[in-house]
Antibody, heavy 118, light 107 residues
Framework: QVQLVQSGAEVKKPGASVKVSCKAS????????INWVRQAPGQGLEWMGWISTYNGNTNYAQKFQGRVSMTTDTSTSTAYMELRSLRSDDTAVYYC???????????WGQGTLVTVSS | EIVMTQSPATLSVSPGERATLSCRASQSVISNLAWYQQKPDQAPRLLIY???TRATAIPARFSGSGSGTEFTLTISSLQSEDFAVYYC?????????FGQGTKVEIK
């Protein structure tokens, strides 16, 4: 069965970086892209970007350009999202989702809570 | 970017009743639209993609319709497990964008 398992919760200080992992299983990793979506406490869903697991191409939301990097390791079927220069308003649950083509997320990870606090 | 607007923000419905949720795009997304359900402390769950195709294992009481800029998610007879927040998402253009959500609550 398809599973996306994310890394555990993180607490970071303002200005630091965080790297969240998303390990896929149950399907051919390089056949589907990965979306990263975040959700601040009590708020809606916010799309951060997409990465092709086939060739590493990325598409980032302008809001995160220059501050986010999405990568993959096909040898371990793992996707990564690194967010730098963290601020308090980056406190959120970060989700990865499997994406057929550049489309919808059909399977989602369980989410990773990132808390930014001094 | 394409702005997705959902209405209403909150929908109060009795179990067994029909619920109709709306999603409007600021420009045409053709049929490149998905609907998700999210319950508290859970990840979103894909319900509908391609505006009207039910995802795997989604009950037939969920249906999606529309194209272009106007879309509807209908839950024909609300069950207790359907009370949740529902989001639409367009994937026609980058950046992908979500609506702000509609909360379906028990009346």
């Amino acid at each position: 069965q398809v599973q996306l398992v994310q890394s555990g919760a993180e607490v970071k200080k303002p200005g630091a970086s965080v790297k969240v992992s998303c390990k896929a299983s149950g399907y051919t990793f390089s056949s589907f892209g990965i979306n990263w979506v975040r959700q601040a406490p009590g708020q809606g869903l916010e799309w951060m970007g997409w990465i092709s697991t086939y060739n590493g191409n990325t598409n980032y939301a302008q809001k995160f350009q220059g501050r986010v990097s999405m990568t993959t390791d096909t040898s371990t079927s793992t996707a990564y999202m690194e967010l730098r220069s963290l601020r308090s308003d980056d406190t959120a649950v970060y989700y990865c989702a499997r994406v057929p083509g550049g489309a919808h997320g059909d399977y989602w990870g369980q989410g990773t809570l990132v808390t930014v606090s001094s | 970017e394409i702005v997705m607007t959902q209405s209403p923000a909150t929908l109060s419905v009795s179990p067994g009743e029909r619920a109709t949720l709306s999603c409007r795009a600021s420009q045409s997304v053709i049929s490149n639209l998905a609907w998700y359900q999210q319950k508290p402390d859970q990840a979103p769950r894909l319900l509908i993609y391609g505006a009207s195709t039910r995802a795997t294992a989604i009950p037939a009481r969920f249906s999606g319709s529309g194209s272009g800029t106007e879309f509807t998610l209908t839950i024909s007879s609300l069950q207790s497990e359907d009370f949740a927040v529902y989001y639409c998402q367009q994937y026609h253009n980058w950046p992908q964008t979500f609506g702000q959500g509609t909360k379906v609550e028990i009346k």
